[in-house]
C-alpha cells in the first residue's frame, strides 16, 4: 500500500482533508429521491382505486387527454394533471387555458453537461421543477438524456453528450434536483433514439453490450436516483417500435434496469394497440389521433383507447391488462403525492429571480474556450472591438418541443454594449476595412438546431466563407460559436485567434460570454463531446440510407409512408473517444477539453493499493495546484483503462471527475474513489457486468487526450 498524501504541508492537508469531506465523495454522499408514500402503500390505494372504476373509464385512462394532460376522474378525488416540456426550462404552450406567463429560458442541457458541475446540474433542475410548480405542472417532459452519437443529431442540445458516465452523474443530480420540487421527472427517450432523421421510420440495431455500456447508464442512473417517469422513443429498436416493444419496456426498462413507476410512449409512437397494452406502457400519449395529420392517414384509429374494448371482446387481450396500465399510473401519482396536494403553488414564482442567477452561473461555467492565441483573451482594456456576425440581436437557440422562449432576454448586443461601452462597434455587414482596422472582432456563428430534423456538420455556405473571410482579414478574430452540437471548424480553426463554443445559452448567457471576454469570469467549461475534424471520421458517419435528403422537417417526420430503415449501431461501444481512441483518429478537440486564464498543475498521484480484490475500493489521490495568476476552476478526469481483456475493450472509459475552485498559487489534494464496477464491461452471455482479473491503467488529465498522471492496479 502506498502512502497517501505524503507531500502536501500540513496545512495544505487540513484543507485537503476538508475539501475532500465536502467535495470529493459525491458517489457516496449522493441521496436518492424518496416519494412521499411507498412503492407498496401507493400500490394498495391505486388498487382500491382501480377496482372502483368501469372498464370505460380504465381505458379512457390507458391513454393521455386533450395532447397534455393525464386524466382525472372527480368522482374517485383524482384531479387531471398536466405534463410538460422540457429539460431546458418549461415551453409554455399558449394554446393551453392554463398557461404560464414565463418561463426561465436556461442554458441547453449539453451546455449545462459541459459545466462538469453535478451541484449546478441538481440547482438548475430544481429551478425547473420549480417553475413547474408555478405553473401547475405535475409532471416534466424531462430529462431527454439520448447519448450524443452523431454530431448531426438535431436534439444533441437537448442531452447531456457522448460519455455515459458524465451523463449518468449529470442526470442523476438533474432528477433529484426536479423532483425536490414534487414534480416528477421523465427519463426520455427509452432508447436508442439518437437521430432525429426519420425517426419514426427507423430501426436501430444494436446489441445488450453496446446498450448497457453505452445508451443505458445514464438512464440507470436517472432510475437509481429515483425517477418517476420514463417515456419510450420514437424509433424501432431491433425490429420493433420502443412503445410497444416487451422486449424495451418489461424486459430492458423494467426488469433489467428495475424501473418500477410510470412509462409513457413519446407522441404518437405506437402502432399496434395490442402490443402497445402488452408492452408493460402504462400511459399511451397524446392518447387521441388530432393533431397527428399525417401519422394516422390511411392507417384509421389505431391507438389504444379506440381499440381497448374491442380486444378485450376478441379476448385478445383482458381486463387485467388494462388494469396493469392505469395502475402504474395513478400508483405513480399518489406516490408523488399528487393526488394529495395542489400541483400549483406560486409561492415558487417568487424564486424566478433566483432561477435566472442559476441560469447565469450554469452559462459562465458552461462556456468552453477552445483556442487563444498570444492569449488575446481577456480583451485588453485599451482594444478597439468590432462585433459582427448571426446571432448578435436575436439568441441562437433550440427548436421543437424543448424550445423555451424566456424573458427578459438579453442578445449579445446587449449584453456586450453593457460590457464594453463604446470599446466596442456593432456592424451588421462590415466592410474589408472595417474588419481590418478592428483591434479584435467578435465574430458570432452558429447553428439553430432542433427536434425532427438533423443538421449537417458543416456551416451552410455563406457562413463557412464570412468567417473564411474574416479571419483572412484579421488575424484577431474570436469566433463565438451557439449551436446546440458539433459544427467542422476545421477550414478555419487555425486561422481564428481565439474561438469560444457557447452552446445555447439561454435569456442570460449572453452576460457570461460577455464577462468572459472581458476576463471577469475565466472560463471553465469542457467539452462533453469530441469535435471531429470532419463528419466522415465520426462513429455515426454513414447512418443515412443512401439517397436521402438530410434535412427533414416537421412535415416529413410526421410522414409514415418512408421505408423502416436499419441504424446498424456497427461501431459498438466505441463512441465519442471511445471511437477516436480505438481507430486512431485525432479529433479537432478532445472530450473533456477546455482552456482556461490560468494554468493548472498535476503532482503527487497515489493509489491506496497497487493490487486490489474483487469487491474493494481504490482510493485515488492527487494534487491540483493553479499556478497561474488568476482564480479558477479545472476539471479533473479520472479514466480507467484494461489493459488486456476477453472482449475488444476502449482503450480507456470516464470513471470519475472532480471540478475544483483554485486561487492563484492554491494547491488542493483531491480523492476520486473507484468501485469494482468501474473496473468492468457488460457480459453478453452472462447478461451481467462482469470484472476480470488483470491490469489497469488509472489515468488523471485534464481532459481525454492530455493525461497528466497515471499508475497501474491489479485486480485480483
Ligand atoms: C418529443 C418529446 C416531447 C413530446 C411532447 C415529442 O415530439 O419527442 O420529447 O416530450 O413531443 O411535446
Known amino acids: 500500500m502506498k502512502k497517501l498524501l505524503t507531500i502536501l504541508t500540513v496545512l495544505s492537508m487540513t484543507i485537503s482533508i476538508n475539501n475532500c469531506d465536502s467535495e470529493n465523495f459525491e458517489k457516496e454522499k449522493f441521496e436518492p429521491f424518496k416519494p412521499v408514500i411507498s412503492y407498496e402503500e401507493a400500490g394498495k390505494r391505486a388498487d382500491s382505486i382501480v377496482a372502483k372504476m368501469s372498464i370505460e373509464e380504465k381505458i379512457e385512462m390507458a391513454g393521455g387527454h386533450n395532447s397534455f394532460y393525464i386524466k382525472g376522474f372527480e368522482q374517485y378525488d383524482i384531479p387531471q394533471l398536466y405534463l410538460s416540456d422540457a429539460t431546458q426550462g418549461v415551453h409554455i404552450r399558449k394554446d393551453l387555458s392554463d398557461a404560464m406567463e414565463k418561463s426561465v429560458a436556461f442554458p441547453c442541457p449539453l451546455a449545462l453537461t459541459a459545466t462538469w458541475n453535478t451541484e449546478l446540474a441538481h440547482s438548475y433542475a430544481k429551478s425547473v421543477g420549480e417553475e413547474c410548480r408555478a405553473g401547475d405542472i405535475a409532471v416534466l417532459l424531462g430529462p431527454g438524456m439520448n447519448i450524443y452519437r452523431i454530431s448531426q443529431n438535431g436534439r444533441n442540445f437537448e442531452y447531456f ?302 457562413m463557412e466563407n464570412r468567417v473564411l473571410e474574416t479571419v483572412a482579414l484579421n488575424p484577431n478574430t474570436v469566433v463565438i460559436v451557439n449551436s446546440g452540437s458539433g459544427i467542422k471548424m476545421t477550414e478555419w480553426n487555425d486561422k481564428a485567434a481565439a474561438i469560444l463554443y457557447s452552446w445555447y445559452l439561454g435569456q442570460n448567457g449572453n452576460i457570461a460570454l460577455a464577462e468572459i471576454i472581458s476576463g471577469k469570469i475565466n472560463p471553465s467549461g469542457k467539452l462533453p463531446m469530441t469535435l471531429e475534424k470532419k463528419f466522415e471520421d465520426s462513429p455515426g458517419y454513414g447512418y443515412l440510407p443512401e439517397g436521402y435528403d438530410l434535412r427533414s422537417d416537421w412535415d416529413i417526420d410526421m410522414e409514415m409512408d418512408f421505408p423502416i430503415t436499419d441504424i446498424k449501431y456497427d461501431e459498438g461501444v466505441f463512441v465519442g473517444y471511445r471511437w477516436y481512441e480505438a481507430k486512431k483518429i485525432e479529433p479537432l478537440y478532445p472530450f473533456g477539453y477546455g482552456l482556461s486564464y490560468t494554468v493548472f498543475e498535476y503532482a503527487d498521484l497515489e493509489v491506496s493499493h497497487d493490487e486490489i480484490e474483487k469487491g474493494e475500493s481504490l482510493e485515488v489521490e492527487f494534487k491540483l495546484t493553479n499556478v497561474g495568476n488568476v482564480a479558477g476552476y479545472e476539471t479533473a478526469q479520472l479514466y480507467v483503462g484494461d489493459i488486456e481483456a476477453a472482449v475488444v475493450r476502449p482503450v480507456k472509459e470516464l470513471k470519475g471527475f472532480i471540478k475544483i475552485f483554485l486561487n492563484p498559487g492554491e494547491s488542493k489534494g483531491v480523492r476520486i474513489s473507484l468501485e469494482e464496477k468501474d473496473f468492468s464491461f457488460w457480459d453478453a452471455e452472462t447478461k451481467a457486468w462482469k470484472t476480470e482479473p488483470g491490469e489497469f491503467d488509472i489515468l488523471i488529465g485534464s481532459s481525454s487526450a492530455n493525461i497528466k498522471l497515471s499508475s497501474r492496479v491489479t485486480l485480483r
Not at 274 to 294: V, Y
Not at 343 to 350: S, T
Not at 418 to 438: M, T
Request: overall charge negative.
Open 161 to 462: 453528450g457522448e460519455d455515459p458516465f458524465l451523463a449518468a452523474r449529470m442526470i442523476e443530480n438533474y432528477v433529484t434536483g426536479v423532483q425536490s420540487a414534487g414534480t416528477i421527472a421523465t427519463l426520455k427517450h427509452f432508447v436508442a433514439n439518437n437521430n432525429e432523421y426519420h425517426r419514426r421510420t427507423t430501426n436501430a440495431i444494436v446489441d445488450e453490450r453496446t446498450l448497457h455500456e453505452i445508451y443505458l447508464p445514464a438512464f440507470k442512473a436517472g432510475i437509481d436516483a429515483g425517477a418517476m417517469a420514463v417515456m419510450t422513443a420514437y424509433n424501432q429498436v431491433n425490429n420493433e417500435w420502443a412503445g410497444q416493444s416487451r422486449y424495451v419496456i418489461d424486459s430492458l426498462l423494467r426488469e433489467q434496469l428495475g424501473f418500477k413507476w410510470l412509462v409513457m410512449s413519446d407522441w404518437w409512437s405506437t402502432w399496434d394497440p395490442e402490443k402497445t397494452i402488452k408492452s408493460g406502457l402504462n400511459l399511451e400519449m397524446p392518447g387521441d389521433p388530432i393533431m397527428a395529420r399525417k401519422v394516422f392517414q390511411d392507417r384509421g384509429n389505431i391507438l389504444v383507447k379506440a381499440n381497448a374494448k374491442r380486444l378485450i371482446d376478441e379476448c385478445r387481450v383482458t381486463e387485467e391488462d388494462i388494469d396493469r396500465m392505469v395502475k402504474g399510473t395513478i400508483r405513480t401519482c399518489i406516490a408523488m403525492g399528487l393526488y394529495d396536494r395542489p400541483v400549483k403553488d406560486e409561492k415558487y414564482l417568487m424564486n424566478f429571480e433566483q432561477h435566472e442567477q442559476v441560469a447565469l452561473e450554469t452559462a459562465r461555467e458552461a462556456i468552453v474556450l477552445l483556442k487563444n492565441e498570444n492569449s488575446i483573451l481577456p480583451v485588453k482594456d485599451e482594444r478597439k472591438i468590432l462585433l459582427t456576425g448571426y446571432f448578435v440581436e436575436k439568441l441562437a437557440h433550440g427548436g421543437g418541443s424543448a424550445y423555451v422562449e424566456g424573458y427578459n432576454v438579453i442578445s449579445m448586443l446587449e449584453a456586450f454594449k453593457n460590457e464594453f461601452g463604446d470599446k466596442l462597434d456593432y456592424v451588421k455587414n462590415p466592410s474589408d476595412e472595417q474588419i481590418q482596422s478592428a483591434d479584435i472582432v467578435l465574430l458570432s456563428i452558429g447553428t439553430m438546431d432542433t427536434e425532427g430534423a438533423d443538421r449537417p456538420f458543416e456551416l451552410e455556405e455563406e
